[in-house]
């Protein structure tokens, strides 16, 4: 008898309606056959009783002498019932954030039809007080908003003693005292302690699964815990995580739970203390309806305790009885302790605090499978390095062949054929469509101000306004390079100069240059020589040379290290301070952040760092490369981190020849789907987002403080639409995978023949067009600058044999099938796209892969 009542209590009280029959309940609310059905069939059955009189309660006031013929009718036909709250009389009501609370002590009296609808006659919502004139009574013929109201009144009287007296008191409390009786007095042999639910509350399954890397096990005790919305087990120190895989735990639990919330798991310190990756965890047992996931994907340090939740992403405003409450608050005070904002040079947006890779929090840094190539592939070329360029020291070049005897063997094809063709106009102008850095040409709209063309050079005037008429001619101004501080190297002089490119487009699409000017105008001086490929060959092979270690400098400073690394950084530091993981655009993002600090930092401390590899090689190392991110941070725009504004901006969306532009575009539409019909499934409306607080604070945490008051340059400081959100999120997933790729792929192909991308020119810019191959020499990097300029390539430009590409990141943060199927259908798209390239790029003389979906990275991890 006890194990038959609790069970059905506990199933009565348990029960959760499907979509279908929470839209019924939201659609027929008001309705009073709605209203009186609830009393028999809804969620507290508990408190309604057939009438064997009219209460003592009621006392009818004058004027409702018909309401009290009906119901005495009612009564002696046997078809009145009543609904009375009188438990609530005297409760003391609570006072929220520091506004009063109320509560009332309703009688309702209801009549059952013959059709069995169980109508509400009145309403009574106090108790009567002594000497007192007769409290009102509510009828179905009152003013519709007054009987509404006092519904309502009844509604929420109906909650409390449902949440306190019907299910934590008739069903928890009640089963707990039969188990812990039962437990208590008979032995484990009597039959009826084998009776389900009145020995225990419940065996559940738990299964743990450690993470695939070698040093994710560790032989420390780990403590579990089980959190329910009524409860917490301590499953006490059960597991030790030594071996990769899954481990199962089954155990008896003798505390009801409820609908699982939270695993909690604690790592003891051992003799041999190591740290522990946990990937994820299920449970199931009483109640879960099949297996709960848990999804962790985290390191467990000593003596750490972490909460890892259901993976049901949820909103804050969608808690509405805040279980999570705690919980996520918690989360992110520690969050915000770990994830600090930390300062590199004035001027540039945000990093993360810490110096090296060691302070970053465990989850950041690298696994070990990424750490042994990593390290392995750098000391591995560091010594050839040292081997080979030592003897760089004692050699020359004396003509541009030389070059060929630090080119790579087994580059690839492209890189080839840049090799045998660096010097062909059509490959120099092609580099600013597809190349390494494809993200400064633009289309002129007006001859620049700085191209000063000479009374003599009247022809080049008319061309270039012919071209500019057709709509054909475009512009690489690297002004940003004018007065920027060039590097001095073993004790000689560098430089730096900010050329002006003029181009045109022909019609079969090739982009061929028309006149390059290497220096601005200065105030006194005589106009800059314009070079022209009419030119002496040497003299306009100078003179490419000179563009293209100028775009050497943007590409490795604007447009990958701040434009892909350090934006990348600004997102990923903002999500951790702000989001709880159990946000869904935390689990949407989180995926695109893998290794992005650690890498970064090793970037700040080894390539941009004092003595680092800029100030080794580099013409704007020293201090001019700071100087070049200060002034790149400036023109940071959020439409130029969003390709359809960004190459509209640029004139670049009908130039077909532009693959660069097709694919970018491509996939950022792609993006924008997956990332619109994930927000989809959990905002549905336009007020959803802008009553996010959790969304707004990530939102304005980005702009505001990571990029150092981005909204002076158009980024959002908060969000206001669906459509604005879909955006923002588009934008943030694409910087961290097709900006980067596109900006760091095509390294190894554009600069593993020196000429083509010099990291440093040792002669100041030509003042006349006598030029000889012995004047471009001397202006190239030694053999040396050469090496390892060709060595820090090959090492950061390689195929990264641990690489995840775009959406096919084994990690799953979302639990249900709805957010699977979204990110299924995502890859579906990518597959097309990539088949799609595949078939493009075969009939292409120089094929274009870099954001082709297989060969983009899931994340900024090199």
């Not at 059905?8 to 709605?34: I, N, Y």
């Not at 009219?54 to 013929?69: C, D, I, N, W, Y």
């Not at 959100?725 to 790729?741: N, S």
Request: glycine letters at 6%; charged letters at 25%.
């Amino acid at each position: 008898m006890y194990a038959g009542s609790t069970d059905k209590v506990h199933l009565c009280m348990e029960k959760h309606l499907s979509g279908a029959e929470l839209e019924r309940v939201r659609s027929s609310w008001k309705e009073d056959a709605f209203f009186g059905y609830q009393f028999l069939n809804g969620a507290n059955p508990t408190v309604l009783r057939r009438s064997t009189q009219l209460p003592s309660r009621l006392e009818f006031p004058r004027g409702v002498e018909k309401l009290q013929a009906e119901l005495h009718k009612e009564l002696e036909e046997g078809t009145l019932f009543e609904a009375d709250f009188s438990l609530l009389n005297g409760i003391k009501a609570n006072v929220i954030q520091s506004r009063q609370q109320y509560l009332a002590v309703p009688l309702v009296m209801l009549k059952l039809q013959p059709d069995g609808q169980l109508l509400p006659m009145a309403i009574q919502l106090e108790l009567p007080k002594t000497g007192s004139d007769p409290l009102p009574i509510f009828t179905p013929v009152d003013p519709p908003v007054d009987w509404l109201l006092a519904k309502c009144w009844v509604r929420s009287s109906d909650m409390q003693l449902h949440e306190i007296q019907s299910h934590p008191l008739r069903g928890h409390l009640m089963a707990e005292v039969f188990s812990v009786a039962t437990r208590r007095t008979l032995p484990s042999v009597y039959p009826v302690f084998k009776v389900p639910g009145l020995a225990e509350m419940g065996k559940y399954t738990i299964r743990v699964v450690t993470g695939d890397s070698i040093l994710a096990g560790s032989s420390n005790p780990v403590q579990l815990w089980l959190v329910g919305e009524h409860g917490e087990a301590d499953l006490g120190k059960q597991l030790r995580p030594m071996r990769r895989g899954e481990t199962q735990l089954e155990i008896d639990v003798s505390v009801h739970l409820g609908r699982l919330l939270l695993v909690k798991m604690h790592k003891h310190r051992g003799l041999f203390d190591s740290d522990w990756f946990c990937k994820w965890v299920t449970v199931q047992g009483p109640g879960t309806q099949g297996e709960v996931f848990f999804p962790c994907y985290s390191w467990v340090q000593s003596n750490e305790t972490i909460c890892v939740s259901e993976g049901t992403a949820l909103k804050v405003n969608d808690d509405t009885q805040s279980l999570f409450r705690k919980y996520r608050e918690q989360e992110m005070e520690d969050r915000r302790k770990l994830y600090q904002w930390g300062s590199w040079k004035e001027g540039l947006i945000l990093p993360v605090a810490g110096s090296t890779q060691w302070d970053l929090p465990r989850n950041q840094r690298f696994m070990e499978d990424k750490d042994f190539d990593f390290s392995f592939t750098l000391v591995k070329m560091l010594k050839e390095f040292a081997i080979k360029g030592t003897l760089d020291f004692v050699s020359c070049v004396q003509k541009l062949e030389d070059y060929q005897k630090i080119f790579p063997r087994g580059t690839t094809a492209l890189a080839e054929r840049i090799r045998e063709s660096w010097k062909e106009d059509a490959l120099f102008g092609y580099q600013f469509l597809n190349g390494a850095n494809p993200m400064l040409l633009r289309r002129s709209k007006s001859l620049p101000d700085r191209l000063v063309v000479p009374p003599e050079m009247k022809d080049l005037q008319t061309q270039l306004e012919k071209e500019l008429q057709a709509g054909t001619l475009f512009e690489a101004d690297f002004s940003l390079l004018d007065g920027v501080k060039p590097n001095i190297i073993i004790f000689k002089q560098q430089y730096v100069t900010a050329p002006l490119v003029m181009l045109k487009l022909e019609p079969d699409g090739r982009l061929l240059p028309m006149v390059i000017q290497l220096h601005p105008p200065r105030h006194g001086c005589s106009p800059p020589l314009l070079f022209l490929p009419t030119d002496p060959p040497m003299a306009w092979l100078l003179a490419k040379i000179w563009v293209r270690s100028s775009d050497f400098q943007l590409h490795q400073l604007q447009s990958h290290l701040l434009r892909g690394h350090l934006m990348a950084e600004v997102i990923s530091v903002a999500t951790m301070r702000s989001l709880p993981s159990l946000h869904p655009i935390y689990k949407l993002l989180i995926p695109h952040f893998r290794y992005t600090m650690e890498i970064n930092i090793l970037a700040r401390n080894n390539l941009v760092s004092e003595y680092g590899i800029f100030d080794l090689i580099v013409s704007t190392g020293s201090g001019g490369h700071v100087d070049i991110l200060q002034r790149a941070t400036a023109c940071l725009t959020y439409r130029s981190f969003c390709p359809p504004d960004d190459l509209a901006d640029r004139g670049l969306l009908d130039v077909k020849s532009s693959l660069y532009a097709q694919d970018a575009l491509r996939l950022w539409e792609i993006i924008s789907r997956y990332v619109e019909r994930m927000v989809e499934l959990f905002y549905k409306s336009d007020q959803d987002v802008k009553d996010d607080p959790e969304l707004q604070v990530w939102c304005r945490e980005i702009t505001e403080i990571g990029l150092l008051k981005g909204q002076e340059r158009g980024f959002p400081l908060s969000l206001e639409s669906r459509a604005q959100l879909c955006r923002f999120v588009t934008m943030c997933i694409f910087t961290c995978t097709g900006q980067h790729a596109s900006a760091h792929q095509g390294q190894l192909d554009w600069y593993s023949w020196i000429p083509n991308g010099p990291c440093s020119m040792r002669k100041p810019p030509p003042t006349s067009k006598d030029v000889t191959e012995k004047d471009i020499v001397d202006a190239m990097p030694t053999l040396q600058q050469a090496r390892m300029q060709m060595t820090f390539t090959n090492f950061l430009g390689r195929r990264q044999p641990v690489m995840v590409a775009l959406g096919h990141h084994t990690e799953e943060y979302f639990s249900g099938p709805e957010p699977r199927a979204v990110l299924k259908q995502f890859q579906e798209e990518l597959a097309v796209m990539d088949k799609e390239i595949d078939v493009r790029n075969a009939s292409l003389d120089l094929p274009y892969e870099y954001l082709q979906p297989c060969m983009v990275e899931n994340s900024v991890t090199i």
